[in-house]
């Protein structure tokens, strides 16, 4: 079956420095989404993926689809404090692990 | 427009006893799921309708059965809960299977001792 590999489990940083998480998948996806779930709350949609090296961004947040539609990555420059929380990947109805991220002011 | 509502948000259970979550949506959607999350392993889908009429098990249905009891409302219900089950639970819709964003209740935190 497909396996689904989400890194960094944690992150820590300062806030200010940049932050990157991966999803990779064992087959070639049709699409991937990504969602955010804040402590104590529950996963939120930010976007969908679904072109061969589509490369999104939202403010701060760039998402990447790889070539091969594989992998992902979101990336968020100048970490903010509001940006705490777990993300998640979704590809195929599964989700990653999360990459639970923690900014100190 | 409320989105999608879960009932209740909190619960203890003793071993042994049953209940029923309940979930509703008002975005008209076709889809509907039943995730649970334990910490550490992010959330595994337990049951899905993907439209109303059908019901499909996800990877991990054992000790759980929903109902898709129409459009709106899709329940989820513990028979004979365990200790195994403590979890959070969370209902989700979207528009269609496979390829539409999911929109998330608040979830219901579920303690069986």
């Known amino acids: 079956g497909q396996q689904v590999m989400q890194i960094p489990q944690y992150q820590h940083v300062q806030e200010g420095e940049d932050f990157t998480t991966y999803c990779n998948s064992s087959?070639?996806?049709?699409?991937i989404q990504w969602y955010k779930q804040r402590p104590g709350g529950h996963p939120v949609f930010l976007i969908q993926?679904?072109?061969?090296?589509e490369v999104k961004k939202q403010k701060r947040l760039t998402f990447q689809f790889g070539e091969a539609k594989k992998n992902s990555s979101l990336h968020i420059t100048a970490t903010q404090t509001t940006d705490v929380g777990t993300y998640f990947c979704?590809?195929?109805?599964?989700f990653g692990a999360g990459t639970r991220l923690t900014v100190k002011p | 427009n409320a989105g999608v509502t879960q009932t209740p948000k909190f619960q203890v259970l003793k071993t042994g006893q049953s209940m029923t979550l309940q979930c509703a949506q008002d975005?008209?959607?076709?889809?509907m799921y039943w995730y649970r999350q334990d910490p550490g392993m992010g959330l595994r889908l337990i049951y899905y309708?993907?439209?109303?009429?059908?019901?499909d098990k996800g990877e991990v249905p054992n000790g759980y059965n929903v109902s898709r009891l129409n459009k709106r409302e899709f329940s989820l219900r513990l028979e004979s809960a365990a200790p195994s089950q403590t979890s959070v639970y969370f209902c989700?819709?979207?528009?269609?299977?496979?390829?539409?964003?999911?929109?998330f209740g608040n979830g219901t935190r579920l303690t069986v001792t």
């Open positions: 993926l679904v072109k061969s090296g």
């Open positions: 309708s993907a439209s109303e009429g059908t019901t």
């Open positions: 979704f590809l195929d109805m599964r």
């Open positions: 975005m008209n959607h076709n889809s």
């Open positions: 087959t070639t996806l049709s699409n």
């Open positions: 989700a819709s979207s528009e269609a299977w496979g390829n539409s964003p999911l929109h």
